[in-house]
């Protein structure tokens, strides 16, 4: 890959990131953080591949750390991430319905 | 083997594709409540078909030509070991300890960005071309400024001693800062001339390591969440430099993704209160520097109800607006408003909850917190939202929230002058349980408590609303 072209990819990434997040209710920011940090536990693929061509004892050192630490982003990134949103679940049996339903469009939602 | 690059490489990087993909549908579908949850499981499928399709890559098409059975052993190993720390720590974090672990994680991430970039750089026998040894440094800087500013959030928002929350001024701390900064700044420009050291690399490393702990201590511990969200995006831009070192579309396009939402997630933060990210990274706020208006203290003006007086007033209000704080959510108390909440609408009462954009420790952290604690999530109303409800509401009942009440924001002159507030002092009576008179993180006094609507009931948040619900059920 060209350097011309990764920068390419380098800039269009980063205005789709920027397209992406326009408005957010408050509410969600702390999960919308947590699962864009979750996202970056892609540099685990960098892990893997500097730990099979690895050759030498401070290069495997250095690729088991990388490896650990990527994959604690990941797997605990997406887990606790879960874990907040599932919270937002509606209860089943909502009391008022005529209520919830005001507050739905307040937020937007369906 | 049947299978050859010219076959592999490119469903390889399909599939790399399709994980990008996954990965902005995801976060767009992350932005709206009745999504979210689905777009985190997106971007988790994408995630998992990407570290796959870079397994299978890795066995078909070594590349360095042959198996390599450590590096191997070496990738199982560290999976095992993070992966299953995090799947451990995710799973029985309490959710009012989740804003340090994300910090964390947020923290590792960086980490091993800076990592490969290091190794990367060890590989090489004499200066890498120019680009290369750019996004080397980019990535070792970004990348070890992420790690320690992170870690030092987390042990801020732990409460360490190490790491007070409070900001903790370092002697000369911008010359430290500035010198730092210096020799980053110089030795790179260095090694960009052409020069491979070793050692200069190791004085980038070092000083990038600590710039991080000098650049975070100063922050006191509200402003932690932009903080923890813009090293976030810092990270996003460490992972895509070490794209560009490794040649990977994948790190880059994510990393990028991540960098540019990250920024833009910070700026919402931070316009949520008010404040400016670069306000926020000089730190000072909460102490020091002078800030601290010379309000005149409440002093004899506060007055307390007792137990029983507030139980009456809730008991036969009309409607009851709570506004939880972070007091409420350091005290554990979300379970015990919920109570009291549903003790007061078997009685007629309408209960809402106003929620702040920062209450708690994040923006949006007490939603989670009362989410946890089964309070109907249609009761919890934001900030533009509920505010013109405190003017019929009869009480209003303030559990361990102090500055994003406090009336004196409405004028210029005072610390948190302009940060959007709850008007609380509209509703007809208003109760704060609080454990003292102590000051928010914004070191200033509340005028809200010398309000001769006020009543203050002194207490933890916690034991006082204990207290507050058999004093009601005892009516």
């Known amino acids: 890959m060209s350097i ?107 | 083997m049947t299978l050859d690059a010219a076959i592999v490489d490119p469903i390889v990087r399909l599939i790399w594709l399709g994980g990008a993909v996954a990965f902005v549908i995801g976060l767009s579908r992350m932005s709206s409540p009745a999504t979210a949850r689905q777009g985190n499981l997106i971007s988790a499928g994408g995630m998992t078909l990407a570290i796959g399709a870079t397994a299978f890559w ?239 203290g409440p002093g004899g003006s506060v007055r307390e109800v007792s137990m029983d007086d507030a139980a009456i007033q809730l008991a036969y209000a009309s409607s009851v607006i709570v506004v939880p704080g972070y007091g409420l959510a350091v005290a554990q108390a979300q379970h015990n408003v919920r109570e009291l909440a549903e003790l007061l609408e078997g009685r007629g009462v309408d209960v809402k909850y106003a929620i702040h954009p920062v209450a708690g420790r994040m923006p949006g952290h007490m939603n989670v917190l009362l989410a946890e604690a089964n309070v109907p999530y249609p009761q919890l109303r934001e900030m533009e939202d509920i505010n013109p409800e405190f003017d019929r509401c009869d009480v209003a009942l303030v559990i361990g929230a102090n500055d994003v009440t406090n009336p004196a924001a409405r004028r210029p002159g005072s610390p948190v002058s302009g940060m959007p507030i709850l008007d609380v002092d509209h509703a007809k009576n208003i109760i704060v349980i609080k454990r003292s008179m102590g000051r928010g993180y914004a070191g200033i006094d509340n005028e809200l408590y010398a309000n001769p609507k006020t009543g203050m009931l002194f207490a933890d948040a916690k034991a006082g609303l204990a207290e507050l619900i058999s004093a009601v059920k005892a009516l």
Request: net charge positive; aromatic share 6%.
């Open chain 2, 58 to 296: 890795l066995v078909v098409l070594p590349p360095t030509g042959s198996f390599n059975p450590i590096g191997w052993a070496i990738i199982l190993a560290g999976i095992a070991v993070g992966g299953g720390y995090g799947l451990y720590s995710a799973r029985t974090v309490k959710m009012t300890a989740m804003p340090q672990l994300v910090s964390l994680f947020n923290a590792v991430g960086g980490g091993a960005a800076a990592l490969i970039a290091i190794d990367e750089y060890l590989r090489h026998t004499g200066a890498p071309g120019l680009q290369d040894n750019v996004a080397t440094v980019l990535g070792i800087v970004i990348g070890s400024v992420t790690f320690t500013g992170s870690l030092i959030a987390s042990g801020k928002l732990m409460g360490l001693r190490i790491t007070p929350s409070r900001p903790v001024m370092i002697p000369g701390g911008r010359l430290v800062t500035a010198a730092l900064a210096f020799v980053v700044v110089a030795s790179a420009l260095y090694l960009f001339l052409g020069n491979y050291s070793v050692a200069v690399m190791g004085a980038i490393l070092a000083a990038s390591l600590v710039f991080g702990v000098t650049m975070t201590l100063p922050i006191g511990g509200a402003d932690m969440p932009v903080v923890i969200s813009l090293l976030n995006s810092f990270t996003g831009t460490a992972v895509a430099m070490a794209g560009f070192v490794l040649n990977n579309p994948l790190l880059i396009i994510a990393g990028a993704l991540v960098g540019a939402s990250g920024a833009i997630l910070t700026k919402l933060m931070a316009d949520a209160m008010n404040r400016s990210v670069m306000n926020i990274m000089l730190g000072g706020f909460g102490g020091g520097e002078g800030t601290v208006g010379a309000v005149a």
């Open chain 1, 4 to 110: 011309d072209l990764a920068f390419t990819i380098f800039v269009l990434a980063i205005l789709c990131g920027v397209a992406v997040i326009s408005k957010v209710p408050a509410t969600l920011h702390t999960p919308l953080m947590s699962g864009a940090n979750s996202i970056h536990g892609i540099v685990l693929v960098g892990a893997m591949i500097i730990a099979v061509t690895a050759d030498n004892p401070l290069s495997y050192l250095l690729s088991f750390l990388a490896v650990a630490f990527a994959s604690l982003n990941v797997v605990g990134g997406y887990v606790v991430t879960d874990r907040m949103l599932q919270m937002f679940r509606r209860k089943p049996a909502a009391p008022k319905a005529d209520k919830a339903d005001k507050a739905d469009k307040a937020e937007g939602r369906p």
